[in-house]
């Protein structure tokens, strides 16, 4: 008898990204310093460098707007982190030129890159549509900050061309991985119907002066945080319950004190429908960035009932706190990022936090799709692909343009009444008829 043959083991090559947008998420670098929040050391950046060191990032090339900052983003990141962790090589290309400022550098570096390599897009919401067409057209694999995009048509079609270009498009939605709301998530399958969800989300007045350039003019607070809690909500009852109607209300004064015309608290109202049973809930999604400053950069948290029991979760308060001379009293939450190096080598020791996981799940799927050994579609209902997070874009735009007429509720209309069709348009609710 033959013995059966062996698999053939496959050999992963290194994923070339190409990261557009050099502020806070990708480098920390902010205002000529590092960012005064939790994310001083960066995000981006810092997991591509290390994923480098298990070969499974290889070219880096870090793109911005404004090439006069490239030379202390590069000190900077040399002093946050090749300094500070053991073996953390931060070689990478930067654009544009440090004598230039050029606005659409990003279209050069893409054309860069070959097909099948990727792209972290962390710049102003109302750029990321304009990036992400660009880089899928090119054949790049994408994974965008939330809000993907502003509206529901940019959107979808998004969603078309990624099936066009055969590439896979996500939205980095870190709270996916966060263990406690993944557990929340899978308790509430089984919660019965939908009822009640309320979510806060705030950042401090500071964070004002790091968002002057676009806050209340290319975007606003709901689709900044919002987007958080919204796509968690969505996630959580997809399948069994979806959002119908939408109207937002807002609070005014701090911004435009500061001569930044933007609202300072946001809420959007909105109802949800069950399948099967057309019961109602209703969901209010908070977020604000005029809170004071406190132990923690941003609170988080939510409250969710189903028919058959709730769950409540203050993401911010983890039980965990540290009081230092230099940095006062605050609340840790090592699980989304752990900066703290390892104590034996001097390593980074931050691969089990979420805010690393949502990076290194799309490298890893990006590898295996270019193997040959992972389909597109494999991935659909594991990661929050463009395809799977329309919803979400659906009620913030919805709450946007709710403000926009005074309060007016907007509807969500969908292509069908299945449990995944897709919302198609958005209406506004006519009182008269």
Known sequence: MEHPKKRQKISLKPLDVLLIGSGEYTTGYVGGGAADSDKGAGVVALCMFDMRRSNKIGR???CGTNGKKM?????HMKHALADVYTDMDISCETAPADDAVDRTA???SIKSFK???AVTIFTPD???FKIALAAIEHGLHVIVTKPPVKTLADHLRLVEAARKHKVLVVVEVHKRYDPIYVDARDRIQNLGGFSFFNAYMSQPKHQLETFRAWAGK????S???NSHHIDFHEWACNGFARPVRVAATKATGVARAKGIPAEDTITLSVTWNNYGTGDEGIALYTSSWVAPKSDVHSQQRFFYMGQKGEIRVDQAHRGYTVATDGGGFGSCNPLFMKYTKNASDGTFAGQRGYGYLSFSKFVEACRKINAGTASLESFEQSMPTIASTVCATA???AGRRSLDHAGRPFTIVYAGDKPHDPPVRLEAVNYDA
């Not at 290319?218 to 607070?221: G, H």
Request: proline share 4%; no cysteine.
């Open 60 to 62: 880096v090339r870090i």
């Open 71 to 75: 030379p202390g983003i590069r000190g």
């Open 106 to 108: 990003y279209l050069s």
């Open 115 to 117: 097909r099948g390599d």
């Open 126 to 128: 109302d750029t990321h």
């Open 218 to 221: 290319s975007s606003d607070i």
């Open 223 to 225: 689709y900044y945080l």
């Open 395 to 397: 009620i913030l735009e």
